[in-house]
């Protein structure tokens, strides 16, 4: 019978505690990332959402919407086929010379369909469609966003089916997004501006995620998510993800503004920071 001094086997029992404890670091580094990612995509999505709700669902544009005091900065070059024209399109259009506040080169266009009055018109459906639309190096937006208008619900509130599909290129993975659900809009509909608007988000969909190497999936639900403009942060409600049957929950709280939600990880809870997509506990 062969035996194995006890060193060696010390060694190999260190060696797999060693392996097991770099596996749960690059999970949790893993988590962390797909966390950073979504809430990322979601800003970006509200950035781009409000200004067309400022000019599809308000009379006067919305000013209070968008960069400014306007819905578009003035770079935008904004073509419309008419208002109260149904169906009617919209197409913005970046050009060359447009920039984010902070600097990033804006480029590529957004196309919006109406069948009709989108706001206050149930079974009206508004059509969005992203054409390269590029936030310098950091990514390319391709895609379609559909909002149906189904009513008012029991409470008086308008609702709205939201569908969407994405892909996101940015330069170390690419990103294919499906989203479906719906919109109900809490506060703010009897306003001509949409500077007091109040939305809960309520759905779930799909990421899936290349990195050039292998992809992952990622199931994404909202839950009574709500977006309190004026605060301009998720303030209520939960996003989960799960991949590979681990969970990541992003808890934005009990209705007070402000830039944090509570992460867990794995029964670990941290505290995140929704403008710098940072742990910060």
């Given at each position: 019978?062969?035996?194995?001094?006890?060193?060696?086997?010390?060694?190999?029992?260190?060696?797999?505690?060693?392996?097991?404890?770099?596996?749960?670091?690059?999970?949790?580094?893993?988590?962390?990332?797909?966390?950073?990612?979504?809430?990322?995509?979601?800003?970006?999505?509200?950035?781009?959402?409000?200004?067309?709700?400022?000019?599809?669902?308000?009379?006067?544009?919305?000013?209070?919407?968008?960069?400014?005091?306007?819905?578009?900065?003035?770079?935008?070059?904004?073509?419309?086929?008419?208002?109260?024209?149904?169906?009617?399109?919209?197409?913005?259009?970046?050009?060359?010379?447009?920039?984010?506040?902070?600097?990033?080169?804006?480029?590529?266009?957004?196309?919006?369909?109406?069948?009709?009055?989108?706001?206050?018109?149930?079974?009206?459906?508004?059509?969005?469609?992203?054409?390269?639309?590029?936030?310098?190096?950091?990514?390319?937006?391709?895609?379609?966003?559909?909002?149906?208008?189904?009513?008012?619900?029991?409470?008086?509130?308008?609702?709205?089916?939201?569908?969407?599909?994405?892909?996101?290129?940015?330069?170390?993975?690419?990103?294919?997004?499906?989203?479906?659900?719906?919109?109900?809009?809490?506060?703010?509909?009897?306003?001509?501006?949409?500077?007091?608007?109040?939305?809960?988000?309520?759905?779930?969909?799909?990421?899936?995620?290349?990195?050039?190497?292998?992809?992952?999936?990622?199931?994404?639900?909202?839950?009574?998510?709500?977006?309190?403009?004026?605060?301009?942060?998720?303030?209520?409600?939960?996003?989960?993800?799960?991949?590979?049957?681990?969970?990541?929950?992003?808890?934005?709280?009990?209705?007070t503004c402000d830039a944090l939600a509570e992460l867990t990880i794995n029964g670990t809870t941290y505290l995140f920071d929704l403008e710098t997509h940072?742990?910060?506990?």
């Open positions: 019978m062969m035996t194995f001094p006890k060193s060696i086997s010390a060694l190999a029992f260190v060696a797999v505690a060693l392996f097991a404890c770099n596996k749960s670091k690059e999970r949790a580094l893993e988590a962390i990332d797909e966390v950073r990612s979504e809430s990322m995509l979601d800003a970006v999505d509200r950035a781009v959402e409000t200004p067309v709700d400022a000019l599809t669902m308000r009379a006067g544009g919305g000013a209070d919407c968008g960069e400014g005091g306007s819905p578009w900065p003035d770079c935008v070059d904004i073509t419309d086929s008419g208002e109260d024209v149904y169906p009617r399109t919209i197409i913005i259009d970046f050009g060359d010379d447009c920039f984010t506040p902070n600097g990033l080169q804006r480029t590529g266009t957004i196309e919006v369909v109406l069948t009709g009055d989108v706001r206050n018109e149930e079974g009206t459906v508004r059509t969005v469609t992203f054409e390269d639309l590029t936030i310098g190096d950091v990514m390319t937006v391709n895609g379609t966003r559909i909002l149906t208008n189904t009513g008012q619900n029991e409470e008086g509130q308008w609702t709205f089916a939201q569908e969407t599909s994405t892909t996101i290129d940015r330069p170390v993975l690419d990103i294919v997004r499906t989203y479906a659900g719906t919109r109900t809009w809490l506060g703010g509909h009897d306003t001509e501006e949409c500077g007091d608007d109040i939305w809960q988000r309520d759905g779930s969909g799909e990421k899936i995620i290349s990195n050039g190497m292998n992809d992952g999936v990622v199931t994404v639900t909202y839950d009574a998510v709500v977006y309190d403009r004026p605060c301009g942060y998720p303030v209520s409600g939960t996003v989960t993800l799960v991949r590979n049957q681990l969970e990541r929950i992003m808890d934005f709280g009990d209705g940072e742990i910060i506990e």
